[in-house]
């Protein structure tokens, strides 16, 4: 037998070969969910019991006769109907007909196994949000279980196995030496863990690791879905666009008309708040902030002329008596009590916190919000042309907003998810004015040349749409 020298370059790619594998080769529903995130969760509702502008998703492997034909489906929905004739498809297509699925043929077996896996999780509450999509506490995150240990696990024992194999090669070349008749020193452990192979692989290794972070790090700058800060004012949408009912545009009544959706100024609040000065959640703690900022006193019903030059003790003492005279109405007592002197001192700093910061010296004058949704600057976006034109409802991009106590961003507003939004959405011909100038395509619509038209059709993905 002509033993061969065993090189140890060799071993460590195939021992890199089985840590990538084993890396991402996983299923899993961590993978699942960004898969989902990306791809499904415009048009599938998050809680994947609940039907929204596609099917519920819990359960679907079910409702498939092969797990095959699923995965073919979800890679091409047009080629199941149109083509293959797939009895399940064709239902699909004359229930949701004429909104089509896009095509993900991008996607691995792995990532819609992951995906499923994720998808049922959620489903029957073993992962992530309970069943219902029940509102987390505001400012809580949902506590997600990592799997850093356990890869840190892998690591460890696919090192172990490396440097067991590393011995088992350096007995063998002391083998292979003395058949053919050489006489070689066996290497240490250490001596075969410095060599130059194994001190390339690790610079190699590096290289790609520092290359996929920098890579990784460069593709989510600016990004932050989930996004959810403490505003100044203690602003409940789900209290003024759930519960009452308040159109979106009322208070950002700039998505309409402009680039802009803007954040509505302090007089759009007092609107309704000349009338409404007692919250029903946190009482006069938040309202006012914005009497405050405004200059209006809530005891006179009157704005205060020059309210910016009035002295802070002035100012602490007008709204101090606001607090308590109303905190005197809801007890029913003829003067403070100690309960009642903390509540007004608490909320007069209150209002010093929120409205001032080391450049805003005085409680008077606007109000600092945080802003959450923000593009980078070389991305052109203009709100009119989406809800005027396009007719895209504020919940396509912002979540369910009417149910967020504390607002949050609820999409990742990366260029692949504005991409997909454009391949899928379909234009709205017949109800739009905006569009009559498109008579090639109403020709086609007309004739049944084209079921339909989507963004992607009228130049939604030119690049100079959105960069110019």
């Known amino acids: 037998m002509i033993y061969k020298h065993l090189n140890i370059n060799k071993l460590l790619i195939l021992v890199l070969v089985m840590f990538s594998f084993s890396?991402?080769?996983?299923?899993?529903?961590?993978a699942g969910k960004t898969v989902f995130k990306n791809y499904c969760a415009s048009c599938h509702n998050k809680n994947m019991v609940s039907d929204m502008t596609g099917?519920?998703?819990?359960?679907?492997?079910?409702?498939?006769?092969?797990?095959?034909?699923?995965?073919?489906?979800i890679r091409n929905s047009q080629a199941m109907i149109f083509e293959t004739g797939h009895p399940r498809a064709i239902e699909l297509w004359n229930e949701y007909k004429p909104s089509a699925m896009t095509a993900f043929?991008?996607?691995?077996?792995?990532?819609?196994a992951s995906t499923?896996?994720?998808?049922?999780?959620?489903?029957?509450g073993s992962f992530g949000a309970p069943v219902g999509g029940a509102a987390q506490v505001s400012g809580a995150p949902v506590e997600e279980k990592s799997n850093f240990w356990l890869y840190a696990l892998l690591l460890g024992i696919?090192?172990?196995l490396a440097a067991l194999l590393t011995k088992i090669i350096s007995n063998l070349d002391v083998l292979a030496s003395a058949k053919e008749g050489k006489e070689i020193q066996q290497k240490t452990l250490m001596q075969s863990l410095t060599s130059k192979g194994v001190v390339g692989f690790l610079i190699f290794g590096l290289v790609v690791f520092a290359g996929y972070t920098t890579v990784t790090n460069a593709t989510n700058l600016g990004r932050q879905q989930g996004?959810?800060?403490?505003?100044?004012?203690?602003?409940?949408?789900?209290?003024?666009?759930?519960?009452?009912?308040?159109?979106?545009?009322?208070?950002?009544?700039?998505?309409?008309?402009?680039?802009?959706?803007?954040?509505?100024?302090?007089?759009?609040c007092m609107n309704c708040h000349k009338a409404i000065k007692v919250g029903s959640e946190y009482g006069t703690a938040e309202l006012t902030k914005i009497y405050a900022s405004v200059g209006y006193n809530p005891s006179t019903d009157k704005y205060m002329e020059n309210y910016e030059d009035i002295p802070t003790e002035e100012y602490k003492e007008i709204y101090s008596k606001w607090i308590e005279d109303q905190y005197l109405v809801e007890?029913?007592?003829?003067?403070?009590?100690?309960?009642g002197e903390n509540i007004v001192k608490s909320q007069w700093d209150g209002i010093v916190t929120s409205l001032t910061n080391e450049q805003k010296k005085t409680v008077q004058g606007p109000i600092e919000w945080i802003r959450i949704h923000n593009l980078p600057d070389h991305v052109y976006f203009n709100h009119?042309?989406?809800?005027?034109v396009g007719g895209v409802e504020c919940q396509d991009c912002h979540g369910a907003i009417e149910e967020m106590e504390v607002v949050k961003q609820h999409s990742p507003l990366s260029m692949g998810w504005c991409i997909n939004c454009h391949r899928k959405t379909e234009v709205k011909f017949k109800e739009n004015e905006y569009y009559e100038s498109y008579s090639q395509f109403h020709e086609d619509l007309q004739s049944g040349a084209k079921e339909k038209v989507t963004v992607a059709d009228i130049g939604g993905l030119e690049c100079q749409k959105c960069h110019y």
């Not at 890396?23 to 961590?30: R, T």
């Not at 006769?65 to 995965?71: I, R």
């Not at 043929?105 to 819609?112: E, K, N």
């Not at 499923?116 to 029957?124: H, P, S």
Request: net charge negative.
């Open 23 to 30: 890396i991402y080769g996983q299923v899993s529903p961590e």
């Open 55 to 73: 099917p519920a998703l819990a359960g679907v492997e079910d409702r498939w006769d092969t797990e095959e034909n699923l995965y073919a489906w």
């Open 105 to 112: 043929p991008q996607l691995t077996d792995d990532d819609i």
């Open 116 to 124: 499923l896996l994720y998808i049922n999780g959620v489903a029957d």
């Open 158 to 160: 696919l090192a172990m």
């Open 227 to 268: 996004y959810q800060p403490d505003q100044p004012i203690k602003f409940s949408h789900e209290t003024h666009a759930g519960i009452n009912k308040i159109d979106c545009q009322y208070c950002h009544d700039g998505a309409r008309r402009s680039k802009h959706s803007v954040i509505p100024a302090a007089n759009t």
């Open 331 to 339: 007890t029913g007592l003829a003067e403070l009590d100690n309960e």
């Open 384 to 388: 009119a042309q989406h809800v005027t």
